[in-house]
C-alpha cells in the first residue's frame, strides 16, 4: 500500500478557498500513514515551471520519492507505474489536489489500468466547492472508493489491540483540538516518536506480523476469488551422470526397510540347520 499526494504545490493551494482546511486534513493523512509504516509518493505538475510540493507538508513523509508529470493523471507521471510493481504497492490512498481535473483523471487510469484505489474525501481539494463535489461524486460511481481519511485508516487498524492504536489515536486528537492552529501543527516538525521507519513501508506492521491491506471493494475480492494460487513444483536434484532425479519423498525409507527386511529372510533360509 502506498499514500500518492497528488501535486500540493503552492500555486494550486493558494487558490483554493478552504486552504487551510485542506492542508490540515493532508498533512493528516501523510502523518497518518507514515505513522502505519505505509509510503508516502508525491507527484508534481510541471515542477520546473509551477514550483515543488509545499515544503511544510513534504518535510512530514520521509524519503519519500517524488515523481514529476506533464500530463494530469498522477499515474501518468513517468517511471511511477513500474515504481509501484517493484515495491509490490497494490493499492493506492490518494491525497491532493485538483479534485476535477488531476484527481478525477487519476481515478480514470486507475480504472483503466485496474488498479485498487480509494480516495481521501477530506484530504481533496479544489478552487471551487460544487466542481468538487460532483467530481466525487463521478469518482464514486466509477466504482472507485471514496472515504474520510480516518475512515480508512481506523479500519487498517482493525480494533484497539493493533500495536499502534495508541500513536494514532494521539495523532487524531493533535488534529481534531481546533485550538491548535494548522500553521501551528505543520510548523512543528512530525513526532518521530509516532512514525515508523521507512524500512516498514512495504506493508508490514511491526510488530503485528500482518500484511495491511486497503479497504475492501467487490472488484478486489472478485479477482481474488477468480485467481487460482500457483502451485510450487517439487524441486528436481540433478545426479552427476547429468540424469534429473525426483527429489526424495517420505515413502524412501520404508522401501528400504522392506529391501531389508527381505534380505535378512532370504539369508536365514539358506542356513543349514544340523541334521
Known amino acids: 500500500m502506498a499514500l500518492i499526494v497528488v501535486d500540493v504545490q503552492d500555486c494550486f493551494i493558494d487558490t483554493l478557498a478552504d486552504k487551510d482546511d485542506f492542508l490540515r486534513r493532508c498533512a493528516f493523512a501523510i502523518d497518518a500513514a507514515q505513522t502505519l509504516g505505509i509510503q508516502t509518493i508525491f507527484t508534481e505538475q510541471v515542477p520546473d515551471k509551477l514550483g515543488s510540493t509545499n515544503t511544510l507538508i513534504k518535510q ?9 508529470k506533464k500530463r494530469f493523471s498522477a499515474l501518468a507521471a513517468p517511471g511511477i507505474e513500474s515504481y509501484l510493481r517493484d515495491q509490490e504497492v497494490y493499492h493506492l490512498l490518494i491525497c491532493g489536489l485538483e479534485t476535477p481535473i488531476c484527481i478525477y483523471q487519476t481515478a480514470l487510469q ?3 489500468e485496474d488498479i485498487d484505489a480509494t480516495f481521501l474525501t477530506d484530504a481533496l481539494g479544489c478552487r471551487r466547492t460544487e466542481d468538487g463535489r460532483l467530481a466525487i461524486e463521478a469518482i464514486r460511481q466509477l466504482d472507485c472508493q471514496t472515504l474520510p481519511s480516518e475512515t480508512v485508516f481506523y479500519s487498517l487498524l482493525g480494533s484497539a489491540t493493533h500495536p499502534n492504536f495508541r500513536s494514532f489515536s494521539k495523532l487524531v486528537a493533535t ?3 481546533s485550538s491548535i492552529s494548522t500553521q501551528k501543527i505543520l510548523s512543528e516538525k ?3 516518536a509516532l512514525i515508523r521507519s521507512q524500512s516498514s513501508s512495504s506493508g508490514t506492521s511491526k510488530g503485528s506480523g500482518r500484511k495491511q491491506r486497503g479497504p475492501k471493494s467487490e472488484a478486489t475480492e472478485s479477482r481474488k476469488a477468480s485467481s487460482t494460487p500457483k502451485k510450487k513444483l517439487a524441486k528436481k536434484r540433478t545426479s552427476q551422470s547429468g540424469k534429473r532425479k525426483e527429489a526424495p519423498s517420505s515413502r524412501e525409507p520404508a522401501k528400504k526397510k522392506t529391501a531389508k527386511k527381505k534380505s535378512r529372510e532370504r539369508k ?3 542356513v543349514k540347520t544340523p541334521g
Open 175 to 177: 488534529y481534531s483540538n
Open 60 to 68: 512530514r513523509a520521509r524519503n519519500a520519492e517524488v515523481f514529476s
Open 268 to 270: 536365514a533360509a539358506n
Open 190 to 192: 512530525p513526532d518521530t
Open 110 to 112: 486507475s480504472i483503466d
